[in-house]
């Protein structure tokens, strides 16, 4: 019982990190029906971008959470800069040329920002300066939930909530779905499409951005290559929760987290990459639209 | 004995129902035209004719046999072939190449004798060569053959998927706006083409035309559809005067 | 004689050759994007290096060979079989989806390798011999080139380019897609067996490390740059992406980035790669 519930803390924390980032993937394929391949690199930007501005600012006792709010604000602007240069520079120019090229061009991106990361931060691994002070907040049982999950959790569900509330109740966040719907009819009724997929790129990249430095309080130890793994299990996220729903993405990311801590505790950590791929591949099978997508009939 | 029967197809996506409790039988070697304004079903139709969509409820049969549960490929070796509203050519591949490989069931040796260089293939591709080349000229579009088929004239190819079509030897052949974007003489070339392969193979033929002097001429029956619903059938002349035909097509304008 | 170090290099130009054209029967002329080329390799590598080792009997050089040549198409065969395994099911899937399920088969097959001891496990497999030369590995290259040649320039192969352009035109004219497309994935996975067989006996040591997504993604890259749809393409490139890291030193760092950003230029610019659909010994076909 001890070991289910410090997993279910463990994966519920994952969850969320995976979630944050599968809504970018989510909502890219929702406008583009892309792959954005590099959106773990996103991610992965997110967390290098937060250690330098927290090795910056140093460390201070007093006012931990402003800090904590600066650090991960600066991550969310210097990977909404990178997302739209991404989509502008890489992904535009092929808006009409076949699926598989832009695929191509978004593993080419990927490994751009993996190995291009590796020579300007380095290869080696970096320690993620210590934001916020690891202390139990209340026990349930045996298993004592610390701060750091509950501010992974929390910082998650805020931000959640601002994306909900845009994509639901905002100009920018109809036209998002309109030209999700189709872009050729959105552009007809007057929605600035370009404007709206690059809009798009911002949000994705940000919460993305946000993550990276949610795992370092986490997990601390950060490295270029930290995005593919990550990246890929919330594209399985994403996939799980029916790719271009927002809710599902959500949903995906805290069931990719929590079955992947359960195998950890209860199997073997080396099979938990294997894992998650088993679960994608059962899924395209049996419910290849995901568990909240629709079904889609291709007009002829 | 109906070579085609359609009874009650009614096919739904979402709330829009394209085709409505359709019903329709067409005798072997017929030549049927289907109009109807926009998005009143004819391509729907035949994509329920060819398995590409499953209706929602109704049935068709091909020669008594029922087509419900058969995938595209396998009721086009039944004897259905197509061709489609916004022309799907193999581009990279020659005109000839398009023609060759609709004719693959020709070809009796296996992949596995094939990929090993066997004799018996090099003859039988020889015979098939010969066979497209055949085709290609009895539609004077041998000189082409040698081209990827993208780069043809469009009225050309809308003629090479015909001709594709036909190579898969159906005995019903469905052809959606065959004239679309074709000049005045083009689409007088295409209606002696219809009707010599209406007649001289004996293919049954149904024809999806907008245009009307092109249908009106060529098909002795007509079914004219509006909103997945058949409104009227009937030889061109009752057709063209059928009040309800009027209404449908109000504020379109009829080609003279 | 040659230089042993560039005869090496040569060597790994023709392992890489039969790992990019056996690739680009799947995503080249098929169509269908596969992003676990490298898993298919390590499920040759392992079986043939575990037949070597483990089977063969220590006699004369003579069965030593035919031995070495039941190892490779042990390896071959057991990769088409995975082949036919992971295609069945997966090759139903949408382009994009497709490569992320391969991906994603090459990474279970990676981890249920590692956990393997009998193979060695994480510390990978020593002491495998080294039987692939120049005969086997240009011999096989040969072979395979004539093989996939007869395959998709026949008039039941045209099926695959047509497959590529699309499906359900080629299902309009009485082609079973998922036949062709299960076909063309067993076919290239049962050569990146044998690819990975020739790898094995010629590096004389196997580590998983060797067959991750990196690898997948190097012959993507020589796929691509060779052109999608061309055999000599992608001898071509294999050999350029192999011998180029090699004769830039200190380049390492710079591969990847490299192989990269040539993927990003070559979409924006040229998406064909270097000889589109066109074969050297065909070149004159399907020109205006
Ligand atoms: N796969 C699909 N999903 C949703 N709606 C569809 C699909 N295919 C067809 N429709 C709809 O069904 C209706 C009938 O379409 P269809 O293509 O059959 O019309 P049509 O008579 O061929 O028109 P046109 O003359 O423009 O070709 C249209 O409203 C169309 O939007
Ligand atoms: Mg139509």
């Known amino acids: ?300 | 004995m109906a070579l085609l029967s359609i009874r009650d197809c009614t096919i739904q996506f979402g709330g829009l129902t394209a085709l409505n409790q359709f019903t329709c039988r067409m005798r072997s070697g017929e030549l049927l035209g289907v109009i109807g304004p926009n998005g009143a079903g004819k391509t729907t139709l035949f994509n329920v004719l060819t398995g590409i969509y499953a209706p929602t409820s109704g049935a068709v049969e091909f020669e008594n046999t029922s087509l419900a549960q058969l995938k595209p490929h396998q009721i086009n070796r039944l004897g259905i072939a197509r061709t489609f509203q916004n022309i799907r050519l193999f581009g990279d591949l020659t005109v000839e190449d398009n023609v060759l490989l609709a004719m693959h069931r020709s070809i009796q040796t296996n992949l596995f004798a094939i990929s090993l260089g066997s004799r018996r293939y090099a003859r039988e591709a020889n015979l098939a060569h010969r066979r497209a080349r055949q085709l290609l000229s009895e539609f004077r579009l041998d000189a082409f053959a040698n081209r990827p088929s993208k780069s043809l004239p469009y009225g050309d190819q809308r003629k090479v998927e015909i001709i594709r079509a036909m190579a898969t030897q159906p005995r019903l052949l469905l052809l959606d706006e065959p004239a679309a974007g074709m000049n005045a003489t083009e689409k007088r070339e295409l209606m002696t083409f219809i009707r010599h392969i209406n007649k001289d193979y004996g293919l049954a033929i149904v024809l999806i035309e907008h245009d009307m002097h092109v249908v009106m001429n060529l098909c002795p029956r007509i079914i004219v559809l509006d909103h997945g619903q058949q409104i009227a059938e009937g030889p061109p002349e009752a057709v063209r005067r059928n009040p309800k035909v009027i209404e449908a097509y109000l504020g379109v304008q009829p080609t003279p | 004689m040659i230089d042993p170090y560039f005869q090496l290099i040569l060597l790994r130009c023709g392992v890489a050759a039969i790992m990019a054209v056996s690739l680009n029967l799947i995503n080249g002329f098929t169509g269908q994007f596969s992003l676990g080329h490298a898993g298919f390799m390590a499920i040759g590598a392992y079986v043939s290096a575990a037949v070597s080792v483990f089977l063969a009997p220590h006699a004369g050089e003579f069965v030593t060979q035919v031995w070495f040549l039941i190892a490779l198409l042990s390896g071959g065969i057991a990769a088409g079989l995975m082949g036919l395994l992971v295609g069945l099911p997966t090759l139903r899937l949408r382009g994009d989806y497709l490569a992320i399920a391969t991906l994603g088969f090459a990474v279970i097959i990676r981890v249920v390798i590692l956990n393997l001891d009998v193979v060695g496990g994480a510390r990978g497999m020593t002491d495998i011999p080294e039987l692939s030369n120049g005969y086997w590995i240009f011999g096989t290259l040969a072979i395979t080139v004539w093989i996939i040649n007869n395959l998709v320039y026949s008039i039941k192969g045209y099926a695959l380019t047509a497959i590529s352009e699309d499906e359900i035109a080629t299902a309009s004219i009485g082609i079973s897609t998922t036949k062709y497309k299960v076909m063309a994935f067993v076919v290239g996975a049962f050569f990146a067996g044998i690819g990975g067989g020739l790898y094995a006996h010629l590096e004389s040591y196997l580590n998983t490390n060797s067959f991750t997504f990196l690898r997948s993604f190097e012959f993507v890259a020589m796929v691509v740059l060779g052109g999608m749809g061309s055999i000599t393409g992608s001898i071509v490139a294999a050999f350029i992406l192999t011998i180029l890291p090699e004769a830039l030193r200190g380049f390492d760092q710079y591969r990847m980035i490299i192989y990269s950003l040539m993927l990003i230029v070559l979409m924006l610019t040229r998406p064909t790669g270097i000889f589109g659909r066109r074969e050297l010994w065909r070149w004159n076909r399907g020109k205006t």
């Open chain 1, 1 to 300: 019982m001890e070991i289910f519930l410090q997993q279910l803390v463990n994966g519920i924390s994952w969850g969320s990190v995976y979630a944050l980032i599968a809504i970018g993937y989510t909502m890219v394929y929702g406008v583009l029906k892309l792959i954005n391949f590099a959106h773990g690199d996103v991610y992965m930007i997110g967390a290098m971008t937060g250690y330098y501005v927290a090795l910056t600012l140093g460390v201070t006792e007093s006012h931990p959470l402003w800090h904590l709010g600066v650090v991960i604000l600066g991550a969310m602007v210097v990977c909404a800069l990178l997302g739209v240069a991404i989509e502008k520079i890489a992904y535009k120019p092929l808006r009409k040329a076949p699926r598989i090229t832009a695929l191509i061009t978004a593993i080419g991106v990927s490994f751009f920002l993996e190995y291009a990361g590796q020579l300007i931060f380095g290869a080696d691994p970096k320690f993620f300066p210590q934001l916020i002070e690891s202390r139990p907040l209340f026990h349930i049982g045996d298993v004592a939930i610390t701060t750091i999950p509950a501010i992974i959790v929390v910082v998650s569900l805020i931000l959640m909530g601002i994306l909900r509330h845009i994509v639901m109740h905002t100009n920018v966040g109809r036209a998002m779905r309109a030209v999700a719907f189709s872009p050729d009819a959105a552009q007809m009724v007057g929605v600035p499409v370009d404007r709206i997929i690059s809009i798009t790129f911002i949000i994705g990249s940000a919460l993305a951005g946000a993550a990276g430095v949610l795992v370092g309080l986490n997990t601390p130890k950060i490295d270029p290559l930290m995005g593919i793994m990550a990246g890929l299990k919330a594209f399985v996220a994403a996939v799980i929760g029916g790719i271009g729903n927002v809710p599902g993405a959500l949903i995906g990311g805290f069931f990719i987290g929590i079955s992947e801590s359960m195998v950890s505790g209860y199997l073997s950590s080396t099979y938990r990459d294997a894992f998650s791929f088993l679960l994608l591949i059962i899924i395209l099978l049996v419910r290849p639209e995901g568990l909240l997508g629709k079904r889609s009939v291709e007009k002829v």
